[in-house]
Antibody
Framework: QVQLVESGGGLVKPGGSLRLSCAAS????????MNWIRQAPGKGLEWVSY????????KYADSVKGRFTISRDNAKNSLYLQMNNLRAEDTAVYYC???????????WGQGTLVTVSS | SYELTQPPSVSVSPGQTARITCSGD??????AYWYQQKSGQAPVLVIY???KRPSGIPERFSGSSSGTMATLTISGAQVEDEADYYC????????????FGTGTKVTVL
């Protein structure tokens, strides 16, 4: 069965950096686009970024463009999110989600919490 | 930027029907999807392409779309259906390709 497991979250100071990882299993990882989606405490869902199956294409929400970088290693079945110059408003649970192939997420991980605070 | 607007909350008695709306200008041209998120859990897809139900989702969940409004209907709501529900769609015209609705808290009591 499809499994997505995020890791790498934690407490970081404003201006700091963090790298999130997502380990995928139960499907052919290299066939699918992947997304990062976040949810601030008590708030709604916000799409952050996606990457194409071969990493040729990436796209970012304006709120993170220039600060976050999505990448993947198909040999390791892993997705990453490098987050630099973090701000308090980046505090959220970050979910890794597989794209169905029809422009919507179909499977989600359980999320990893990122807290940006001094 | 493109927005999908939902009512903040809907309350329903067990066994009754709950309807959640999602309003967006691009919905006449784009599919709507619905996700259920129970407290402390990851979202789960309950409706895709306006009205299709993934395997394993109970038949009491149904979806429809007309004009600029999509609707998720829970017929005969159960206590276990209490959750936040988010609509979702795509927007090829702007810089934000994937958009989630504002979310609706469904209370079953």
């Amino acid at each position: 069965q499809v499994q997505l497991v995020e890791s790498g979250g934690g407490l970081v100071k404003p201006g700091g950096s963090l790298r999130l990882s997502c380990a995928a299993s139960g499907f052919t990882f290299s066939d699918y686009y992947m997304n990062w989606i976040r949810q601030a405490p008590g708030k709604g869902l916000e799409w952050v970024s996606y990457i194409s199956s071969s990493a040729t294409y990436t796209k970012y929400a304006d709120s993170v463009k220039g600060r976050f970088t999505i990448s993947r290693d198909n040999a390791k079945n892993s997705l990453y999110l490098q987050m630099n110059n973090l701000r308090a408003e980046d505090t959220a649970v970050y979910y890794c989600a597989r794209d169905s192939g029809y422009e919507h997420p179909d499977y989600w991980g359980q999320g990893t919490l990122v807290t940006v605070s001094s | 930027s493109y927005e999908l607007t939902q009512p903040p909350s809907v309350s329903v008695s067990p066994g009754q029907t709950a309807r959640i709306t999602c309003s967006g200008d691009a919905l006449p041209k784009k599919y709507a999807y619905w996700y259920q998120q129970k407290s402390g859990q990851a979202p789960v897809l309950v409706i895709y392409e306006d009205s299709k139900r993934p395997s394993g989702i109970p038949e009491r969940f149904s979806g429809s779309s007309s004009g600029t409004m999509a609707t998720l209907t829970i017929s005969g709501a159960q206590v276990e259906d209490e959750a936040d529900y988010y609509c979702y769609s795509t927007d090829s015209s702007g810089n934000l390709p994937y958009v989630f609705g504002t979310g609706t808290k469904v209370t079953v009591l």
